[in-house]
């Protein structure tokens, strides 16, 4: 049995380019769409821009030269006589042809053809047609199913697609049911082996319309099965999270209380709550997996910067970790200043260091003096070890791979008590509903749905980039005013590579400071050395620097309150997501703070939709679920960083019922003890459960 499943060797690799590495792959690899071939079309009915199967002898053949060498075939009405010069008749062409096209559409020869109708020179035609050749007499095998048309890659044609496909749904153990009968009743469910016939070779051509649109029943099947997976995969991981050890944080209350008593602000209720589901978890034996989600500007760090603490209390080490060095060292300043006056040791790393410095920070990390270690991807070098990892922040978590947070994670290994470290990650690009139900579910999720108070709203202009001056004319008289501003563009430099002139930040450098004299226009780009980032920083925000020219390396982070104006060159070229976070970096104050989003001319209808959003909100749960809309969760999450299994035929906003059904339904199985689960996963992931578990 096992040797008659095998693929064609010659085919393998160009198989596996499309995740087909065994037979039984076919019956997963859906088509795209159908071909009628069933519904015969007389030669007097036929219509331009119709696919038609058309039967017919061949009256003319021959190659020809001119324009371009190429094969012509002409076919007329099987039952025509030829006597009438008005009588129909179909052109074939083929232009790029081989011998055994010449030989079977010879003159004489009766043939049955599908194709796309076009006006031709000489009446109707069909470019390139599928054809089959009446041998000795006997009937024209007629196609009695709609003909699949299968994602594939070169050197694999649909033939040889079907032929594998159909090969496949001969092995009946392949088809097995694995859901109990109450689950497929209770949610009306084809079986699978309707499904996959259905899908494979349909039968009913009225349904060509829903299989396409894949609203079908079967389609509703291999949805479900697909979000089960999912959230039985996601499951699986946090139980096995729950069989791994933490340490019981046993905070001793004394720093705390100081903390909080020099703060210049008041937790919000939001963050209160935050703080309190925080330090639950820590006094847990079992690894916290907490998401702390909050709009930009809503107070995440001070929530994570007291689970620390509460930490450092109880004598274990915090890891603190963010995808930019720009982004760490706001971090370290931050916590630097709130911790000042207490008898905390914060180190830091970062690639920038020197190498005695990285060495020394490495050292004190793994004797244990490091009680808070803040830095970007230099946290995950091997050489740092800690001797007793409590906790790992991770800010803008989904900036960083799995396989990143896996090696954090496992450097709690390397203590003497081999715990798995608590882990608490931040993100302020709120996650919608269906992508938490889908992505999310095997996280704890913390909101902090309040601003804090004093905060006033951010007005939007949309600006056509020809105004660019009149921008800088009011910026100038701001700046002059006391007022900061912020001005983003997406290039540092000049490309040859980009396809239309984008203003750049060098450039736009140069025309500021001629354009406001007595204003200090600087400039600041992730090329830059770590100290002259951190020098025009702080210029900045001590208001030495009024207008501050930069890349997205201000995306994220960035607090300055006196900062209440923001220019996003090429807003276009940007995301909902980045959008959102540099509107973000103003109206951090009590002043009114305006971000003015300039745009080319020539605008996408993906820009234009995006823009459109991005004007009409400022919420950012709405605008992460528009986004989530215009891109999906592949390309907003990416299956790199989202290390949870993938979704390839279903979409969480439009099936949002389904995903529901799914999480249901996947309580229910739990306590099934005649549900195969292994098999069931076995036949939708592959591999996949390891990331899950970061």
Known sequence: MEEQTYLPPALRPKLAKLGIHHLRDFLLHFPLRYEDQTREVALKDLMVGESVV????????????????????????????????????????????????????????????????????????????????????????????????????????????????????????????????????????????????????PTDVSALASLEMRTHPAWRRVKFDELLAQQLALRDAKALRALERAPQVKPSNLLTPLLMQQLPFTLTPAQSRAVADAISDLARAVPMTRLLQGDVGSGKTIVAALAALACVEAGYQVA??????????????????????????????????????????????KRGEAQIAIGTHALFQKKVGFARLGLVVVDEQHRFGVEQRLQLRQRGASSDEAFAPHTLMLSATPIPRSLAM???????????DELPGGRQPITTKLVSETRRAEIAERIYRAAQNGEQAYWVCPLIEESDKMEIELQNASALYADLVTAMPNVRVALLHGRMRADEKAEIMQAFIENKVQVLVATTVIEVGVDVPNASWMVIEHAERFGLAQLHQLRGRVGRGSAASTCILLFADKLSDTA???????????????????????????????????????????????????????????????????????????????????????
């Open 320 to 365: 603190f970790m963010a995808p930019t060095e720009l982004l760490a060292e706001q971090h370290y300043r931050k916590l630097s200043h709130w911790l000042r006056d207490l008898p905390v040791k914060l180190t830091w790393l970062a690639g920038s260091l020197t190498t005695s410095e990285l060495k020394a920070a490495q050292a004190e990390c």
């Open 54 to 201: 058309v039967e017919g002898v061949v009256e003319f053949a021959e190659t020809q030269f001119r324009p371009r060498r190429q094969f012509v075939a002409l076919v007329r009405a099987a039952d025509d006589d030829g006597l009438s010069h008005f009588t129909p008749r179909l052109t074939l062409r083929y232009f790029n042809f081989y011998p055994n096209i010449v030989k079977a559409l010879t003159v004489g020869n009766s043939i049955r053809v599908y194709g796309e109708l076009r006006e031709g020179r000489n009446g109707l035609e069909i470019v390139h047609p599928l054809f089959k050749k009446k041998e000795d007499n006997a009937q024209l095998n007629r196609a009695t199913t709609l003909t699949a048309v299968y994602p594939s890659s070169a050197g694999v044609p649909q033939a040889a697609m079907r032929t594998l496909a159909a090969k496949a749904l001969k092995v009946r153990e392949w088809q097995t049911e694995l859901l109990p009968e109450a689950t497929r009743a209770s949610q009306q469910l084809f079986s699978w082996g309707e499904t996959l016939t259905a899908l494979h070779q």
């Open 438 to 448: 889908s992505y999310y579910a095997d996280l704890d999720v913390s909101v902090i």
């Open 608 to 694: 234009k939709q995006r823009l459109k959003v991005i004007y009409e909100n400022i919420d950012g749960f709405v605008i992460a679920r528009e986004d989530l809309r215009i891109r999906g969760p592949g390309e907003l999450l990416g299956s790199r960083q989202s290390g949870v299994p993938g979704l390839r035929y279903a979409n969480i906003e439009e099936d949002i019922d389904l995903v529901e059904a799914a999480r249901n339904i996947a309580n229910q199985l739990d306590h099934d003890p005649h549900f195969d689960r292994a098999a069931f996963l076995a036949r939708w992931i592959q591999n996949r459960t390891e990331f899950a578990k970061a």
